[in-house]
């Protein structure tokens, strides 16, 4: 298994087709304050929402779950499924997934069906199984 890990400068937009999804285009929105005020640009036509957490970043989890309210928020947004990687699990000072969930408020949101993924980018242990989790929720099948 190849993976390949880098942080997001900017936004860029892959093709991606898989056995868990069929073609479509997955965008890779640079959190930095300074291009959060487009981000609404890539809103129209999106299933599912994957938000990349730093499991070890307690110092900004808050400014993280303003964003997620401010997104979920947002009228094109209104369908989408929504994903929560806690990246960075391999680390010894990580928050749990559960941590996450309440620093969050994950289970204040009813409008949205949401996941949290434990996870490890640098392996790749968990994001097949999140992204397993959005294929079943989007196309309505489990990948095979």
Avoid at 102 to 122: E, G, P, R, T, V
Wanted: charged content about 20%.
């Amino acid at each position: 298994m190849l993976i390949c890990v880098s942080p997001s400068f900017g936004s860029y937009g892959n093709k991606m087709n898989g056995k868990a999804f069929s073609e479509g285009v997955v965008w890779d929105l640079g959190g930095q304050d300074r291009l959060r005020t487009s981000w609404a640009t890539y809103y129209r036509g999106t299933h599912a929402v994957i938000a990349v957490i730093d499991s070890t970043d307690r110092a900004r989890i808050g400014i993280m779950k303003e964003e997620l309210f401010r997104l979920l928020g947002h009228e094109d947004l209104q369908h989408s499924v929504i994903l929560v990687f806690a990246n960075k699990q391999d680390l010894k000072d990580a928050m749990s997934p559960a941590e996450i969930t309440d620093a969050l408020s994950l289970h204040s949101i009813k409008n949205h069906d949401w996941h949290i993924q434990a996870c490890c980018a640098i392996n790749g242990e968990g994001l097949y199984d999140g992204l397993g989790w959005i294929a079943q929720r989007v196309t309505g099948k489990a990948p095979s």
